[in-house]
């Protein structure tokens, strides 16, 4: 296949490759995404869409991913029956308000976000937080990426790529996002599956969000409005490959749910799904030389919080991505 000078190529159709490829093709790169699946087919569809760090490290980077993510889904919000995102109130408990989350930076940043009053919060929870933040409906924010990169001249390809060399022989610059996949595709043995179940139920009137994660559990218990229904979760189990729903796991998350929002109980149950998040000890979000020559940036690994970091992540790989078209033509490992 002939190499065109200036291509980049895009590898992976979640929410963090199609954010990178609107990035990249709105800054004048013409673009190609490549994925195996459709995006409705990826983790990014089957998450829970609220806009805040989880299980992603190194935090300062996080941090800062996360909250430029927020300014742009907060403008996104303007427009909800366009884009997928809409503001909304809700509770984010603290099960342990003087341990250092790493996340100060983020609660100092995030518009009007506080402590909650004991009032706000549920029987035997003795902190957490309070704030209005975005919450994207997936399935409709990853239609509207779509959209924007056709728009933006950008093109989408649906097939497997052998390897990251195979690819560097198709473009010059290589955009590795290939989240779970980059297991094998890099290979990279250090990412691994974070299994998340969740159910989706018919709304009773619930209007705000509700979510209590201790670090590390593999439990949690969150309730996300979403236009669609209220998603009910979670699970969060380290290495777990299945993606089949298990009855047990999702009536145990309908009853940890209902203790909060009693009305759930009863809710008509729509769906039962399960996604597998692409964990790793921390965030690849730098760049290579590939064998025969291409750049490879990579971006993958962001645990639980990709549509939380995926605007700042992009902002990130667009700087490595003109930095190494620079005088000096190079980006190391680690930057």
């Known amino acids: 296949m002939t190499i065109h000078a200036g291509e980049v190529l895009v590898i992976g159709g979640g929410v963090i490759g199609l954010t990178s490829a609107v990035t990249l093709a709105e800054a004048g790169h013409r673009v190609r995404l490549v994925s195996r699946e459709a995006s409705a087919g990826t983790t990014s569809a089957v998450a829970g869409g609220l806009c805040w760090p989880y299980r992603i490290r190194p935090y300062e980077r996080a941090v800062r991913w996360s909250l430029r993510s927020f300014q742009v889904l907060e403008a996104l919000a303007q427009r909800p029956a366009e884009t997928g995102a809409r503001r909304v109130a809700g509770t984010m408990t603290d099960p342990d308000p003087d341990r250092d989350d790493g996340l100060a930076a983020w609660y100092d940043a995030v518009p009007g976000l506080r402590r909650a009053r004991p009032d706000e919060l549920p029987e035997g929870c003795r902190a957490g937080w309070r704030a209005r933040t975005p919450l994207v409906d997936m399935p409709a924010h990853l239609r509207y990426l779509e959209r924007r990169l056709a728009d933006a001249g950008g093109t989408a390809e649906r097939r497997a790529l052998a390897s990251l ?110 996604g597998l998040r692409p964990a790793r000890s921390a965030v690849r979000l730098a760049a290579e030389r590939l064998p025969g020559g291409a750049l490879c940036v990579h971006n993958y690994g962001h645990g639980g919080a990709g549509v939380t970091v995926a605007w700042g992540c992009a902002d990130e790989v667009a700087g490595l991505v003109r930095e190494a078209a620079g005088p000096h033509g190079a980006t190391a490992e680690g930057r």
């Not at 439990?219 to 189990?237: I, K």
Request: proline letters at 10%.
């Open 165 to 274: 060399e195979a690819a560097g022989r198709e473009a010059p610059v290589i955009v590795n996002c290939s989240g779970l996949g980059a297991r094998e595709l890099v290979p990279d043995p250090e990412v691994h599956p974070v299994q998340g179940q969740l159910v989706i139920v018919e709304n009773p009137g619930i209007e705000e969000w509700y979510v209590s994660a201790e670090p590390g559990a593999d439990e949690t218990s969150y309730v996300l409005p979403q236009p669609y229904g209220v998603v009910l979760g979670g699970t969060a189990r380290e290495h777990a490959w299945g993606r089949e729903p298990d009855p047990a796991v999702a009536a145990a998350i309908v009853a940890r749910c209902a203790r909060r929002f009693p009305e759930l109980a009863q809710a008509r149950v729509l769906a039962h799904k399960v």
